[in-house]
């Protein structure tokens, strides 16, 4: 097209793209440099970072052993807040009977899955209820520690404590069967409590009453 210069093909003003003009008291970053032959070999900087580790080592350490031996220094050992949910136990009755009477409840609950109960018919002397967990299980490595199978529990029997550091070595080991369950609850001094709902605080917590209340 005649006189075309500053069109296109299609009559179009063709537009220049201008660089943005730099801010002032802005700089641009450098490029990436080749490196030398020294810097290729990597050993000089790799004594450099030595040399700076090193260095630490004849400071002043500020770091704190957190190994719960100190139970009344919070800075060894944790306590959670009031509510958390940790470990779980399972309760006794009265009687010394696990409180629980195997209906499922908190296995049907349970968004994990990782609780597994078999029932048994109880014993002839017990008259409260008909059957009882022959095995409880619940995998550890698999809750999510959701409190669902306490709250979903219509007789009161499983609870989460406020444990929160057992650790192990092996797999299994976090597999807590029933006996282990009750011995939780006997080794808190809490496998008799009366669940509050939260926010009321840990199991067996009893909330202050409000003025004028019953």
Not at 17 to 33: D, K, R, S, V, Y
Not at 88 to 116: N, Q, R, S, T, W
Not at 153 to 180: F, G, H
Request: proline share 7%; aromatic share 8%.
């Amino acid at each position: 097209m005649a006189g075309g210069h500053g069109h296109d093909s299609h009559g179009h003003a063709e537009t220049a793209t201008a660089t943005p003009p730099i801010p002032e008291g802005a700089f641009l970053a450098p490029g990436n440099t080749e490196m030398t032959w020294v810097e290729k070999l990597y050993l000089p900087e790799i004594m450099k970072g030595l040399g700076n580790t090193f260095t630490h080592l004849f400071h002043k350490t500020f770091t704190v052993d957190y190994d719960g031996t100190q139970r009344d220094d919070p800075r060894k050992f944790h306590i959670p807040r009031e509510g958390y949910r940790g470990e779980h136990y399972l309760k006794k009755d009265e009687a010394g009977h696990v409180k629980c009477v195997a209906c499922f409840m908190c296995a049907a609950a349970c968004p994990a899955e990782c609780i597994h109960i078999e029932a048994e018919a109880v014993p002839a002397d017990w008259q409260d209820r008909e059957r009882y967990p022959k095995r409880f299980e619940i995998d550890l490595l698999r809750c999510i520690y959701c409190g669902m199978c306490e709250e979903a529990c219509p007789v009161d029997a499983i609870a989460l404590s406020t444990t929160y550091n057992v650790v192990a070595d092996q797999r299994e080991a976090k597999v807590y069967n029933r006996e282990k369950l009750l011995h939780r609850g006997e080794e808190l001094g809490i496998s008799l409590t009366k669940h509050h709902y939260r926010p009321d605080g840990i199991p067996g917590h009893v909330p202050e009453k409000k003025a004028g209340g019953h």
